[in-house]
């Protein structure tokens, strides 16, 4: 008998509830950093500035920019 925290065990019991979250979030960052490339407008802040926020803020990165990092035109 084993005791401790099995890692593949966990994953393996809750990939149902992992998976989603993860396409999800994979899902805004490539939305967010597709629209931020294509974009002729302006951005609040430097281009380089939300592609970093996009990538290494999960989740909120990617919301934060479509919410407040586009301009209106």
Known sequence: ?????DAMTFLRDNLILILPLFLLQVGL???ALID???TKRPTRGP???WALIIL???MLGP???LLIGREEA
């Open 63 to 65: 919301i934060a920019y």
């Open 47 to 49: 281009k380089w500035m």
């Open 29 to 31: 960052m490539l939305y």
């Open 56 to 58: 290494f803020v999960n």
């Open 1 to 5: 008998m084993t005791t401790g925290f």
């Open 36 to 38: 931020l490339i294509r």
